[in-house]
């Protein structure tokens, strides 16, 4: 923490600072130093239970309060609206999002030696279906297809998947988008009534249309892509990013969304690489595209007020001040909100680079408003 609030107020400075034409090399450069030492969402293990109050939360997957250290002063906030006998509860590691139901569950086993009942692990989770998932066959089908560890973990749950939809079943506190996006699970899975009927659930058969998918020549094919992105994340890292490697980069993002699901996580980490290797080259304005694209999957996989939305969000406005993009007023405000929600009145404190933020967000509404 100390290091990142140490570094990022003085590249901030210098890639959002008053800058012409003759500059946008130096911006570019310095934009692609904040994006690369800005890590959105890292956890370090800090010794809470020593604090007598801090040792009374259980854990859950899909946490309601944030706990975060000042000094030596132990924080607790909630994070959303919390009714009265609801148990306040916080994550002991991966969250829904970050990690899929089955590795979450395996981690708490083997870290902490409990098996997690939380309602993320409990009940179907759009996320837990699709961050690792492939995308059907059928073109026009945006169903889900899980491979076998994820089926062994999902297919109980799915199975009460009617119960879960339904909202007159579910615990009083426990809202019904909290638990299940019923949209999204609508285009991804067959409709509920079939699933009392007959079950399709099986690797590599799509959840929707339950058309087939070769998952070995699927994953074959990703993995190759995979090589040209992580060619791309080390030539950002050595600060030497040929043209001819963001082609082949940019091929092999089409690889990927053409065989992952569309809302599958490495989806996003490679949008989020292609964002930053374009601001290295100097194009912001396709850095820009693909950083909102990366930021669009991951609202699907958390949600849209998650801390990791935050963190992405100041990436999405740098680049967007650095264009002149009078958005980046929205940006910025809805990023400070969520860091807000999560820090209170420490925020700026916290995170003195955010001040920066607000201070050109300013100036970019007075602009804004000047144009109308």
Request: proline content about 3%; glycine content about 4%; charged content about 20%.
């Amino acid at each position: 923490m100390e290091k990142l609030k140490s570094l990022v107020p003085e590249t901030l400075k210098r890639m959002i600072g008053e800058s012409s034409a003759d500059d946008l090399p130096r911006t570019c450069s310095s934009l692609v130093d904040f994006l690369l030492h800005f890590e959105p969402f890292h956890q370090v293990r800090v010794g809470q239970v020593i604090y007598t109050s801090g040792s009374l939360f259980n854990h859950s997957c899909q946490p309601n309060i944030h706990a975060y250290f000042l000094s030596r002063t132990l924080f607790i906030r909630t994070t959303e609206f919390v009714a009265a006998g609801v148990p306040l509860e916080l994550s002991y590691g991966p969250q829904v999002g970050q990690w899929d139901c089955k590795d979450r569950v395996k981690f708490l086993e083997d870290e902490y030696s409990f098996r997690c009942q939380c309602s993320g692990c409990l009940k179907v989770n759009f996320s837990d279906l699709v961050l690792n998932a492939f995308h059907c066959v059928e073109p026009n089908c945006s169903g889900v297809v899980l491979q076998s560890s994820v089926v062994d973990c999902e297919k109980d749950k799915l199975k009460h998947l009617p119960n879960i939809i339904t909202a007159g079943n579910m615990e009083p506190h426990l809202q019904a988008e909290e638990v299940i996006n019923i949209d999204d699970i609508d285009r991804v899975a067959h409709h509920h009534m079939q699933i009392n009927s007959h079950f399709h659930i099986n690797p590599g058969l799509c959840l929707k249309c339950c058309s087939y998918c070769d998952l070995e020549s699927s994953s074959a094919a990703a993995n190759k892509a995979w090589i040209i992105i992580r060619r791309l994340q080390d030539a950002i890292v050595s600060k030497d990013v040929s043209s001819t490697i963001l082609v082949d980069a940019l091929s092999s993002l089409g690889v990927l969304r053409s065989t992952f699901h569309a809302y599958n996580r490495s989806i996003a980490e490679a949008e989020d690489n292609i964002a930053q290797a374009f601001c290295f080259v100097g194009e912001l304005q396709p850095a820009m595209e693909h950083c909102k694209a990366s930021i669009e999957i991951l609202e699907k996989l958390y949600n849209p007020n998650h801390i990791v939305i935050g963190y992405e969000l100041v990436k999405l406005s740098s680049i967007q001040l650095s264009l002149g993009d009078c958005a980046a007023v929205d940006s910025i405000n809805r990023l400070c909100n969520i860091f807000s929600c999560y820090y209170g009145s420490q925020t700026y404190k916290i995170f003195p680079y955010l001040q920066f933020l607000k201070r050109r967000e300013k100036q970019t509404s007075s602009l804004k408003h000047q144009q109308k």
